[in-house]
């Protein structure tokens, strides 16, 4: 069990552009999340996956973010256009069912310029 | 949105001494989780309690819940500086399909040496 990985780790970008944040899961977690947390504030969920299903999508989701997740192993959280108000921690966690716990990955620190 | 609140937002302590976080949520819960965060790093995850779990000890952690006045605590017991960070709680909402957590803005706990 080598926990959640995500990469990168720190992301520097300008207004504009577009990037894309991987997530590797617990092996046999079926359940995988999406959340983002800004300076001062607890993380809010974006969305969630079951195996490779998108099944729930936050508002705060715009239509310039699109998650996958290929074959229900690791995901990836696409921003297109990032706007500087994206500067935020994405975070993505996993958990083997529903009520279960949720752990955490290190996050990936998006600044955009 | 959020929906828990910790109280206090910030508190500071001396090594040795106990601290206690408090979390109050607003709808009914399928359980809550207790996370520490370190600065500028990710989660970790330290207890959960079910909602029919009034009370759960993991080494110096001691969690309550209280469903009837939405509330729960988190005791640390003689502290150590490297307790310092923030403690963030996160609910799971009965209602919510996805098991999405839900975080308050977090206690920033500082012990001092």
């Known amino acids: 069990d080598t926990g959640v990985s995500q990469n990168p780790r720190h992301k520097i970008t300008k207004r504009g552009q577009n990037v894309t944040f991987r997530c590797d899961p617990i092996?046999?977690?079926?359940?995988l999340y999406w959340y983002r947390q800004t300076l001062g504030q607890g993380p809010e969920f974006l969305t969630y996956f079951q195996n490779e299903a998108q099944l729930e999508k936050s508002r705060l989701l715009s239509d310039r973010f699109s998650a996958e997740r290929p074959k229900g192993s690791f995901s990836t959280l696409e921003i297109q256009r990032t706007e500087q108000g994206d500067s935020a921690m994405y975070l993505c966690?996993?958990?083997?069912?529903?009520?279960?716990?949720?752990?955490f990955g290190p996050g990936t620190r998006l600044l955009v310029l | 949105s959020q929906q828990g609140e910790e109280d206090p937002q910030a508190l500071s302590i001396q090594e040795g001494e106990n601290a206690t976080m408090n979390c109050s949520y607003k709808?009914?819960?399928?359980?809550l989780q207790w996370y520490r965060q370190n600065s500028g790093r990710g989660l970790v995850h330290l207890i959960l309690i079910r909602s029919n779990e009034r009370e759960k000890h993991s080494g110096r952690l001691r969690v309550t819940l209280d469903t009837s006045k939405k509330s729960s605590s988190l005791l640390i017991t003689a502290s150590r500086a490297a307790d310092t960070a923030s403690y963030f709680c996160a609910t799971e909402d009965s209602g919510a399909g996805s098991y999405q957590l839900t975080f308050g803005k977090g206690t920033k706990l500082s012990v001092i040496p």
């Open positions: 092996s046999e977690h079926n359940r």
């Open positions: 709808t009914s819960i399928n359980n």
């Open positions: 966690a996993s958990s083997k069912d529903a009520q279960e716990t949720q752990y």
